[in-house]
């Protein structure tokens, strides 16, 4: 399966909440501060992808809906001026 080339332009998963709390995770966005420095800006749309992925898995179990962090970060790449790779994804 063929990842959309959206991926290659997402901005970070950080939806600019900035707060640690549980085990040093943003409550915004769940990741720990060394995830945020190593979200791969340059990073082919696969490593993109697999980045999230692997956050929403960590939202799902946090919160069991990601659709809060969702809604954000969607504003996100509508403020940036990015499609939203999120789009087509069942949340």
Not at 43 to 72: C, V
Request: aromatic residues 8%; contains cysteine.
């Amino acid at each position: 399966m063929s990842v959309s080339p959206a991926w290659a332009d997402a901005p970070s998963p950080c939806v600019d909440v900035c707060k640690y709390k549980r085990a040093g995770r943003c409550v915004g966005c769940m990741m720990t501060k060394m995830e945020k420095d190593s979200f791969p800006r340059s990073g082919g749309a696969e490593r993109k992808k697999a980045f999230f992925d692997a956050l929403l898995a960590r939202l799902r179990a946090e919160h069991k809906n990601p659709a809060f962090w969702a809604i954000a970060y969607r504003r996100k790449c509508e403020q940036e001026g990015v499609p939203c790779p999120l789009d087509g994804d069942d949340l």
